[in-house]
């Protein structure tokens, strides 16, 4: 199993906690584990949120997307509001 390592700015904090975890098989299967902390749907929907800024930050920061940051979340939101009209897998609410 390959796993990214902790962020050297996180890993000396002592409270500091991992909230969620999600693979990827090679079949394509997707599998998460969240934390207790995220025991309210409204705080993961305000994750998944910081989540995108996060992602479209990171995209930007190491040139992987040539864009804005802007640009980048946009694309991000904009593909994930598909993904749960016209999921490419199984039913998002199933």
Known sequence: MIELPIPESISSEEKARELIRMWHSEDGELTVTIDGWLDNPNVCGRLIVDLAVLIAKEYVATDVWRGTLEAALYRILSAADVEI??????PVLE
């Open 85 to 90: 009209q016209n999921p490419t897998h199984s």
